[in-house]
Structure formats: structure tokens, C-alpha cells
């Protein structure tokens, strides 16, 4: 696998929006952004132009290196225009998931403690009717009016010198580009610290994986993923759809916008993925490849999706996490030919081989923290534990939660970085293939051992009236009854059950890891998470099957 080499990013002291910059000089009249609903688009130079005018005016009222600014913007031309000009400024941008609910979003916010709120008269209206970062926001701008705040960003764009600023001077790489908060689905929600290294790495890391070129056209479903677009030379499409509802997304309109931009490169959710395997409206044939993230994707999700491609179009699953990504990364024919059959059998999912510049390790299972990384924590080909990753696309912190870093990273004094602990059992086989088996707190202990989700699910997955599984523990911790929850595809929902279960059962106890499984039930829709539609809420599941059960 190529590698990207640290050094270099360290000697070219890469800010994000230089990558922006190179982009409008090379490619000037092509387009960067194009909205279709409202009928508008940016060529990078007017992408460039425009960012160049705020990150002028953001630098007059005291927007400087550093000063954190929250920004709660929709997917659209602004959205663009405003972070890029953040990223030249050196500015740190603070993203949130507006779907995460009011009050977790009032408590990040208050952590993120933001000098400046940029946002929609809606989100300004929630800010000040809820108090959110009262104590640290001064400087608050709307998107499309004054309403509520000190500026718009057409006065802030009036502001500004006519002579386009320079892009901030980056020192280093590990100077902070941002703080993008994990969606909270099985955790509590926390702010991982993005240098400028770690973007420059992802995006380098993401063309080298996917062989984007520049000239592509990118259609993003996930608002973060569609800024890497523009900085990667892709011409990036806005989605006609709630970002925070990818699960209800109309493959219609994303069909339409495949076909009309005629779309390369299409990011989505396993939830939205299912969707469009679903849709009878036709084939998506100017695709070179979809990338899907956030969760495991079915396989038998992908070879239905895969009936509607080229052949030469491949669905790609990559592997990672909020704190860092990619990790891994693995196609569907590789999925469709050899891993899925292994799935079915107990395996776990196969997530593939690692990222380039990325090294993955397996340590024993531990809810602890780890003062240093040492070599003797790896452990053997083949053998289950807790899956670790180290390299310059990990995240080294988490914003204003020393407790929480301290439990998710093992600082290497070696290499001067810090392993992140990806919060997920697995292992790595004889071919170097990582496999993930579950979420380590998702595990469900048996007083004869531990059994792992993802390993246990896919087994009972193979019937064809089982849309998705969840496997949760019920009672104390350490002598949990495994209960399999259970979600039927829509044209089993009328299915005889009692029939239905006795099936089931008898699949599980063909293997020793599901034998212990004694108890199903059926659940009409499985809680999700908020970002992707399609991490299973396995810890609501299990307080739901315990009062089932009483």
C-alpha cells in the first residue's frame, strides 16, 4: 500500500484553504459548487474570490488565528464560502450535528466555548432563546440577515478590502483547523481536535484510496465529507434532502441529481445506500465509484446496489471513525466474491486493509485508560481484541475533555503521537485485513465469555425475512442473557413469528458463539443514530428488550 509521508505535509505547512487556492488557479472557470434546487454555483475562482472577501471582513471585526467560531450553517454556497474563509484566516471551526437534540447541543456548544456564532436566523433564534455559549460567544453574524445579530455576511462582505487577502500562514500542521464533534449515538458527544495535518492527510489519503481526479463531480450526502470535494478539485453537488435524515432521503432526487450533474462520486450513508437499492427508478451510470460510511454496510445492501451500476462502478466501504479516518478501506467485489461468505458464518464484517500511512493494531480488550502505547499490547493474527490506529489522520484530543482523551488515546513516546482506540473489537487476518466484530462497550458478557455483536448478528442476518439484527445483554454486567432483537424486511412483516423464531434459533445453534442465544424478539424499527441513520442504538434496545421481558 503507498504511503503519504508526514514530513511532506510538515514542509508544505498546509492550511485547508490553500488546497482551495491551488484549485482556483488551475481550474478556474470550473465549477466548484453547484445547488441545483436554487438554481445557483460558484467556479473556483468565484469560490475562491468569496472567501477570500469574508476571510478579509471576519479579520476586521476580530475574527484572528485561533478564534474559535461555531458554525450552524445548511449545506449551501455559504456554507462553503464562510468555512474556507475560516480555514485562510486560521480561524478554528467549530462543527456540530444540529440533530444530536437541543440539550446535548446547549452542553457542546458550552464546551466548545465559540468566540463567534455564524448561523441561520433560526439557529440565532435558538441561541438566544436557549442561552447557548452565552458565556463566551461576542461576535454573532446571520447568513441571509442581522436578525439577532451584530452583522450579515453581506456587511461583512462590505466590510472587507477590495484587495483579497493572503491565506493565513500556517506555522505547522498541528496547528487547529477545526473541532468536529462525534455524533454522541454510543458515547457521550465530544469535540475531536482536526489540525490542518490531519485534513491535509485525509484529503490526500481519500484521492489516493479512490484515485479521485481532479474534473470529478462529487454529490456528498454528509455535509463534512462535501467540503473535501472543492479541495480535491470535484465540483460539489448540494443534495435536494435533510442532512440529518439520510434514512429519508428520496432516491428520486438523488437519482435526478446523479444524472443531471452527471455525478463520479456519490457519499452516503448505509440507511441512504439501502434506499437506493431499493428504488426501481433506473441506474446510476455516470457513477466511478459510491463510498459509504458510518456504519456496516449489509452485503446484501451492496449487491443490490450493485445490480443498478456499471460494472466497472464499485461500492466502497472505508473504515473509521469521527477522531480518525480512513482507517481501512474495502471494495464490493472483493465483498461480494469472498468476505460475505465469511460474515455469514460468524466472522465479523470485513472493513479491509489499512489506509495508506496507517498502522493498526489489536490489544486486549480494556475499559480503561492506557498510559503509553507499548509493542507487547499486540496481539497475535487472528485473535479478537480492541482495535487501535495510529497515524496523521488521528485526531491527538478531545477539545476541553482531558478525561475522555485520556481514555481514547495511548500516547506513543516513541513516534511522538498518540494511538486512537476506535472504540471497536476486531482483528486482523492472515492477508492483513482488519475485521470488526462490534462496539467494544456493545459487547454482551456472558458468565462463559464475551459475545460480539457484528460476529453474532451476521449470522442470523443470512434469513431472508430478517431486515437487521441487534444482539443486546440483559441483567448485570458480566452475567448478561444474550437477546437477539430483530427488525423484518416490509414484506415479512405479516410473517408467522412463533414459526419465524423456531428458524432462527435453529440457525444460531449450528455455531457455538450463537448457541447461547435463546430468546428473540421483534422490534418494528430499530433507534439509529443521528448522523448516518444507521448506527444501531443497541444500548436503547437493550433497556427496551428488558422491560419486554419482565
Same mark, same amino acid.
Given at each position: 500500500?503507498?504511503?503519504?509521508?508526514?514530513e511532506?505535509?510538515?514542509?508544505?505547512h498546509?492550511?485547508?484553504?490553500?488546497q482551495?487556492?491551488?484549485?482556483?488557479?488551475?481550474?478556474?472557470?470550473q465549477?466548484?459548487?453547484?445547488?441545483?434546487?436554487?438554481?445557483?454555483?460558484l467556479?473556483?475562482?468565484?469560490?475562491?474570490a468569496?472567501?477570500?472577501?469574508?476571510?478579509?471582513?471576519?479579520?476586521?471585526?476580530?475574527?484572528t488565528?485561533?478564534?474559535?467560531?461555531?458554525?450552524?450553517?445548511?449545506?449551501?454556497l455559504?456554507?462553503?464560502?464562510?468555512?474556507?474563509?475560516l480555514?485562510?484566516?486560521?480561524?478554528?471551526?467549530?462543527?456540530?450535528?444540529?440533530?444530536?437534540?437541543?440539550?446535548?447541543?446547549?452542553?457542546?456548544?458550552?464546551?466548545?466555548?465559540?468566540?463567534?456564532?455564524?448561523?441561520?436566523?433560526?439557529?440565532?433564534?435558538?441561541?438566544?432563546?436557549?442561552?447557548w455559549?452565552?458565556?463566551?460567544?461576542?461576535?454573532?453574524?446571520?447568513?441571509?440577515?442581522?436578525?439577532?445579530?451584530?452583522?450579515?455576511?453581506?456587511?461583512?462582505?462590505?466590510?472587507?478590502?477590495?484587495?483579497?487577502r493572503?491565506?493565513?500562514?500556517v506555522?505547522?500542521p498541528?496547528?487547529?483547523?477545526?473541532?468536529?464533534?462525534?455524533?454522541?449515538?454510543?458515547?457521550?458527544?465530544?469535540?475531536?481536535?482536526?489540525?490542518?495535518g490531519n485534513?491535509?492527510t485525509?484529503?490526500?489519503?481519500l484521492?489516493?484510496?479512490?484515485?479521485?481526479?481532479?474534473?470529478?463531480?462529487?454529490?456528498s450526502?454528509?455535509?463534512l465529507?462535501?467540503?473535501?470535494?472543492?479541495?480535491m478539485?470535484?465540483?460539489?453537488?448540494?443534495?435536494?434532502?435533510?442532512?440529518?435524515?439520510?434514512?429519508?432521503?428520496?432516491?428520486?432526487?438523488?437519482?435526478?441529481?446523479?444524472?443531471?450533474?452527471?455525478?463520479t462520486? +456519490?457519499?452516503?450513508?448505509?440507511?441512504?445506500?439501502?434506499?437506493?437499492?431499493?428504488?426501481?427508478?433506473?441506474?446510476f451510470?455516470?457513477?466511478?465509484?459510491?463510498?459509504?460510511?458510518g456504519?456496516p454496510?449489509?452485503a446484501?445492501?451492496i449487491?443490490?446496489?450493485?445490480?443498478?451500476?456499471?460494472?466497472?462502478?464499485?461500492v466502497?466501504?472505508?473504515?473509521?471513525?469521527?477522531?480518525?479516518?480512513p482507517?481501512a478501506?474495502?471494495?464490493?467485489?472483493?465483498?461480494?466474491?469472498?468476505?460475505?461468505?465469511?460474515?455469514?458464518?460468524?466472522?465479523?464484517?470485513?472493513?479491509?486493509?489499512?489506509?495508506?500511512?496507517?498502522?493498526?493494531a489489536?490489544?486486549?480488550?480494556?475499559?480503561?485508560?492506557?498510559?503509553?502505547w507499548?509493542?507487547?499490547?499486540? +496481539?497475535?493474527?487472528g485473535?479478537?481484541g480492541?482495535i487501535?490506529a495510529?497515524?496523521?489522520?488521528?485526531?491527538?484530543?478531545?477539545?476541553?475533555?482531558?478525561?475522555?482523551?485520556?481514555?481514547a488515546?495511548?500516547?506513543?513516546?516513541?513516534?511522538?503521537?498518540?494511538?486512537?482506540?476506535?472504540?471497536?473489537?476486531g482483528?486482523?487476518d492472515?492477508?492483513?485485513?482488519?475485521?470488526?466484530?462490534?462496539?467494544?462497550?456493545?459487547r454482551?458478557?456472558?458468565?462463559?465469555?464475551p459475545?460480539?455483536?457484528?460476529?453474532?448478528?451476521?449470522?442470523f442476518?443470512t434469513h431472508?425475512?430478517?431486515?437487521?439484527?441487534?444482539?443486546?445483554g440483559?441483567g448485570?454486567?458480566?452475567?448478561?442473557?444474550?437477546?437477539?432483537?430483530?427488525?423484518?424486511?416490509?414484506?415479512y412483516?405479516?410473517i408467522?413469528?412463533?414459526?419465524?423464531?423456531r428458524?432462527?434459533l435453529?440457525?444460531?445453534?449450528?455455531?457455538?458463539?450463537?448457541?447461547?442465544?435463546?430468546?428473540?424478539?421483534?422490534?418494528?424499527?430499530?433507534?439509529?443514530?443521528?448522523?448516518?441513520?444507521?448506527?444501531?442504538?443497541?444500548?436503547? +434496545?437493550?433497556?427496551?428488550?428488558?422491560?419486554?421481558?419482565?
Amino acid at each position: 500500500m503507498p504511503t503519504i509521508e508526514m514530513e511532506a505535509l510538515v514542509a508544505s505547512h498546509l492550511n485547508v484553504g490553500k488546497q482551495l487556492s491551488t484549485m482556483a488557479r488551475d481550474r478556474p472557470s470550473q465549477a466548484a459548487i453547484r445547488d441545483p434546487r436554487h438554481a445557483r454555483a460558484l467556479t473556483f475562482q468565484q469560490l475562491e474570490a468569496d472567501s477570500d472577501l469574508l476571510a478579509s471582513g471576519f479579520e476586521q471585526i476580530g475574527i484572528t488565528p485561533g478564534t474559535r467560531a461555531v458554525l450552524m450553517v445548511p449545506p449551501s454556497l455559504e456554507f462553503f464560502s464562510v468555512t474556507f474563509a475560516l480555514f485562510k484566516l486560521g480561524a478554528v471551526v467549530v462543527l456540530i450535528d444540529p440533530g444530536m437534540g437541543i440539550k446535548s447541543l446547549g452542553r457542546r456548544l458550552g464546551e466548545a466555548e465559540p468566540v463567534a456564532f455564524i448561523g441561520t436566523t433560526k439557529a440565532h433564534l435558538a441561541r438566544r432563546l436557549l442561552g447557548w455559549a452565552k458565556g463566551s460567544v461576542r461576535l454573532t453574524i446571520g447568513v441571509k440577515s442581522k436578525f439577532l445579530c451584530n452583522l450579515s455576511l453581506s456587511q461583512i462582505r462590505d466590510l472587507a478590502a477590495t484587495e483579497a487577502r493572503p491565506t493565513a500562514s500556517v506555522p505547522s500542521p498541528d496547528d487547529v483547523a477545526a473541532i468536529v464533534f462525534t455524533s454522541g449515538s454510543t458515547g457521550p458527544a465530544k469535540g475531536a481536535v482536526y489540525t490542518h495535518g490531519n485534513f491535509a492527510t485525509q484529503i490526500a489519503a481519500l484521492k489516493e484510496l479512490f484515485d479521485i481526479q481532479s474534473g470529478e463531480v462529487d454529490l456528498s450526502t454528509f455535509p463534512l465529507f462535501g467540503l473535501y470535494a472543492p479541495a480535491m478539485g470535484m465540483t460539489a453537488v448540494i443534495p435536494d434532502m435533510d442532512p440529518t435524515r439520510p434514512a429519508r432521503a428520496s432516491p428520486r432526487k438523488i437519482l435526478g441529481a446523479v444524472r443531471e450533474s452527471r455525478v463520479t462520486n +456519490l457519499f452516503g450513508s448505509p440507511a441512504l445506500i439501502d434506499r437506493l437499492g431499493r428504488y426501481q427508478g433506473g441506474e446510476f451510470d455516470s457513477l466511478l465509484r459510491i463510498v459509504s460510511a458510518g456504519a456496516p454496510v449489509a452485503a446484501k445492501v451492496i449487491a443490490r446496489l450493485t445490480t443498478k451500476l456499471p460494472r466497472r462502478t464499485q461500492v466502497h466501504t472505508p473504515y473509521g471513525a469521527t477522531e480518525a479516518l480512513p482507517i481501512a478501506c474495502i471494495g464490493s467485489d472483493e465483498i461480494l466474491s469472498e468476505t460475505r461468505a465469511m460474515t455469514d458464518l460468524g466472522a465479523g464484517v470485513c472493513v479491509g486493509r489499512p489506509a495508506p500511512s496507517t498502522e493498526i493494531a489489536i490489544i486486549p480488550i480494556s475499559d480503561n485508560p492506557i498510559k503509553a502505547w507499548d509493542e507487547s499490547l499486540r +496481539l497475535p493474527v487472528g485473535q479478537i481484541g480492541e482495535i487501535t490506529a495510529y497515524g496523521p489522520q488521528v485526531t491527538q484530543e478531545y477539545f476541553n475533555r482531558p478525561d475522555l482523551t485520556a481514555l481514547a488515546k495511548i500516547p506513543d513516546a516513541v513516534r511522538g503521537r498518540a494511538w486512537h482506540r476506535m472504540g471497536d473489537v476486531g482483528y486482523l487476518d492472515e492477508k492483513g485485513r482488519l475485521w470488526m466484530c462490534g462496539r467494544k462497550s456493545q459487547r454482551v458478557t456472558t458468565p462463559n465469555g464475551p459475545m460480539f455483536t457484528i460476529s453474532c448478528e451476521g449470522i442470523f442476518n443470512t434469513h431472508p425475512a430478517v431486515f437487521r439484527s441487534a444482539l443486546v445483554g440483559v441483567g448485570r454486567w458480566g452475567n448478561h442473557e444474550p437477546i437477539l432483537c430483530v427488525e423484518l424486511e416490509p414484506q415479512y412483516r405479516n410473517i408467522d413469528r412463533i414459526a419465524l423464531t423456531r428458524e432462527l434459533l435453529a440457525i444460531g445453534g449450528k455455531f457455538d458463539q450463537t448457541r447461547p442465544i435463546r430468546r428473540i424478539l421483534f422490534h418494528r424499527g430499530f433507534p439509529v443514530d443521528i448522523r448516518h441513520n444507521a448506527k444501531i442504538g443497541r444500548e436503547k +434496545l437493550a433497556v427496551w428488550a428488558a422491560r419486554r421481558l419482565r
